[in-house]
């Protein structure tokens, strides 16, 4: 089991930008891909961007391509989230995800454990 706590949430302007990060215990950190998804009010949870164990490969969801960055620093077990351009529609609150590959992957499935979230509000 994989515990995870998420930090750096918060109000921001439009335009503006904020970086998440998740700090993970328990199993070895670089044994499985990380995950970023988040949820807006009404509305299901959706992929953001996944990391595979060593940070060789991301994926991002095809809207937020070139403003969000997702790294990982596997000797502090830590992923963090860069996200830049913020735009209201990015209103949400989001979630780091641990794996159980080792590969990117886009669906909630391929996640186990999840951390508590924090909330990301942008102002027009």
């Known amino acids: 089991q994989v515990q995870l706590v998420v930090s750096g949430g918060g109000l921001v302007q439009a335009g503006g930008s904020l970086r998440l990060s998740c700090v993970a215990s328990?199993?070895?950190?670089?044994?499985?891909?990380m995950g970023w998804f988040r949820q807006a009010p009404g509305k299901e949870r959706e992929f953001v961007a996944s990391?595979?164990?060593?940070?060789?490969?991301?994926d991002y969801a095809d809207s937020l391509k070139g403003r969000f960055t997702i790294s990982r620093d596997n000797a502090a077990n830590t992923v963090l989230l860069q996200m830049n351009s913020l735009k209201p529609e990015d209103t949400a609150i989001y979630y780091c995800?641990?794996?159980?590959?080792?590969?990117?992957?886009?669906?909630?499935?391929?996640?186990?454990?999840w951390g508590q979230g924090t909330q990301v509000t942008v102002s027009s």
């Open positions: 990391i595979n164990w060593s940070g060789s490969s991301t």
């Open positions: 328990g199993r070895t950190f670089s044994s499985y891909a």
């Open positions: 995800a641990a794996a159980v590959v080792r590969d990117v992957a886009r669906s909630r499935h391929a996640y186990r454990s």
